[in-house]
């Protein structure tokens, strides 16, 4: 059966000890650069989603009709079509 010295032991702890901290530091210089990344990727992400919202609000709907063009509306006629009768209304 095999003991571990007690050398082996204090390396080991040393050893995770420095990679904690290594890993602390860097992430430390890092950290402002992804955050940075990962907003810059989220803003085109619901900047390409509200684009594609507007395209789907101007795109009819299945079924739906829709004109391009109104049609021209002709001037109404200046002939009188009648008689004006004024009236009073009787309680």
């Known amino acids: 059966m095999q003991m571990a010295s007690f050398t082996g032991f204090l390396r080991t702890i040393l050893i995770i000890l420095l990679v904690y901290y290594g890993a602390k530091i860097l992430m430390r210089l890092f950290a402002p650069y992804f ?41 109404s006629s200046d002939k009188k079509v009648g008689e004006y009768i004024d009236y009073e209304e009787i309680d």
């Open 35 to 75: 955050v940075r990344y990962m907003s810059k990727k989220m803003q085109e992400r619901f900047g390409g989603q509200f684009q594609q919202q507007q395209s789907d609000k101007n795109r009819p709907k299945d079924g739906e009709t829709v004109i391009d063009k109104m049609p021209e509306q002709r001037q």
